[in-house]
């Protein structure tokens, strides 16, 4: 097995340290594995770089802006080489956090109310004296904002009264064009991880979140012990199987392949709230994607391989 | 032919503790991708050496090979070689500072000067006085022996000299380990003590018997009014620090600490367990090349580039930011200080200046605290003026963007502050 295999990382993005380090992992894993693995960052070098390189497959340990939006993807399809997980448009549609929330609705999933508005909105349409109706149309305090289209918790705020919620809508949109109010879901925090098999998608052991400071955010995700993870969660067999039931559901509705993960919170009459869906899940030492594959006795370098394989099997 | 192969550091969970406090900021970890040819930079404070001569700097090398080889390549003496600190000296007695050669260590660099002076005086918990903002490297240098740093803001003239007295009354005698102040052109505010506030801050310094820490990088880099003597020159206690990265080049790492004797010996013991003695080739060719009077043409061109760029900030500023932003007014040196509203947070703006080509360093980098957030440190001294007047109106309309969002949630009543129209 002399497959070459480059590992895409970095970039410009906001998440580029935490992709540094999934990159990072991934890479070591491929050389243990036998690959020919090639770190690559993703600079104004990198189609040079992959033209002259020519991998047989590129491993996408990209998150964030250019990495999970479809972009990089749409680059790859370009250049005709093979890359591990979904494609353009399933990264497309799930990188927006209310284009997945709104698929939710169409097909009877759970999702917490929500409003999206663009800086726009503000700036050219006065959206700001609008902001008592807020609790009205979205519900009560608290409520989360965030950018709808970032991730590992960036620019995330848990608004618990109407004195914080411009600053916390001002502080998401310095992070993106676009923040999302959200119905706080007080409950058990799940991340559950799908991966395409032989027989179709299939879901891995939820991990369930508890943040330390009951918000799981940049800070909490990647500081260690400032969270505790339980993998399979603690959740009756029930919950559980309409949780998995959801992330298979969603995988598919988005056209995922390969993996996804589906971020929710399990309320404490067992609705499984759907927050988001995440198509380049982290693979950094606290990751949950990881963290899942463990608790069904899948190892990181065996995880990386099976990624890696499906992504050879497109190579024309 | 460019790569994008990336490099890693498989040493990482196994520093020491220490080391933790020394991490930069998670938001400026973020951008160190920002390295892209398009952007223009006013992050970094680099001296413009391209107008420092190859033939001065050939000609000093070459001496020191052929005259003084046998020395250059030796050790030397952990003070520095007689030869420079009598060239320092020189030096010094033109700033109004009359100094002995036994006063002076030759340091690599002031920041060498900095790390020592924090290694002999401070324990963890040790309360460290600077200005606020202050020079980031001596946050660095000061932050790896863990004390506790208390800032005091600055006005136009400097560090104000009724709030340092408020903090000393506080601390009471010898409640600080030292005061370390920038006092020309400070880095980054740009702004200089007046020399009524240099008297001041002595008679502080003695009556609460807290030693004082000077740095004086810039001190020579003025562009207009007269020379205001150093603190040195007004008490023989003051710990001063000079350098030769801008009247030189930082390449040689060379600088001195003029210091009393007692902590002269304990910083000698500190730098001989840092590199025994410093580079005696540096030492060497920065004889040569100020033993002829050629250098100070080139620190004349120096300066009057750097002048003339501080002018071409100073005027892109006025015409493209917006009247909420007010910015200090150097005569000297490298920086601008750059103030937004209160509402206003720099240090999240900065993903979006990258995106469209400047970068800045957010205020917060220059405090302990994380204070600074609206505020900005811009360096005029290594883009040639067309780029300045670029970059600057770049930022301004990433401001502007933010601002017209800042206005709007302003207008709604959504949060408090002022605007102009």
Known sequence: MTEKIAVLMGGRSLEREVSLKSGERVFSALQDLGYRALALDVTPELVRTLRSERPDAVYIALHGKYGEDGTIQELLEFLGIPYTGPGVTASSLAWDKAITKRLCVENDIPTPTWIALTADAFKEMGA???????????????????????????????????????EALLAALSYGDKALVEKWVEGTVLAVSVLDGPEGPKALPPVEIVAHSGLFDFQAMYTRGETDYFAPARLGEDAIERAVGIAVQLHTLLGCRDVSRTDMVIADDGTPWVLEVNTSPGMT???????????????????????????LLRLK | MGTARVVFDRWEGRYATRMRAVRSSAVRDLFAAASRPDVISFSGGMPDVARVPASAVAQATHETAYDEGTVALQYGSSEGRPQLRQTIVELMAETGVRVQLDDIVVTAGAQQGLDLLAKIFLDP?????????????????????????????????????????????RLGPRGAKFIYTIPNFQNPAGVTLTPERRRRLIELSQEYDIPLVEDDPYGRLRFEGGHVKPLRALDEDVIYLGTFSKIFAPGLRLGWMIAPRPIRAKVLLAKQAADLCGSAFAQVTAERYFGGTKWRKTLQNLTAAYSERRDAMLAALAEHFPSEAHWTMPSGGFFVWVTLPSFFDATTMLAEAVERGVTFTPGDAFYADGRGRNSMRLAFCYAEPERIHEGIARLAEVIEDRMALYRAFIAAGAISGEVCA
């Open chain 1, 128 to 166: 700001a004296t609008a902001l008592d109706l807020v609790p009205g149309v979205v519900g009560e305090f608290p409520l989360a904002v965030k950018p709808a289209e970032q991730g590992s918790g960036l620019g995330l705020a848990k608004v618990d009264s109407a004195d914080t919620l411009a």
């Open chain 1, 285 to 311: 030492e606290t990751s949950l994607l990881p963290m899942a594959a463990e608790a069904a006795g899948i190892g990181f370098p065996e995880l990386a391989d099976s990624l890696v394989k499906a992504a």
């Open chain 2, 125 to 169: 918990g040790d309360v460290v006085i600077t200005e606020g903002p202050t020079y980031v490297g001596a946050l660095q240098a000061f932050s790896a022996y863990q004390p506790t740093i208390l800032s005091i803001e600055m006005d136009a003239d400097g560090m104000r000299m009724d709030l340092l007295e408020e903090e000393l009354r």
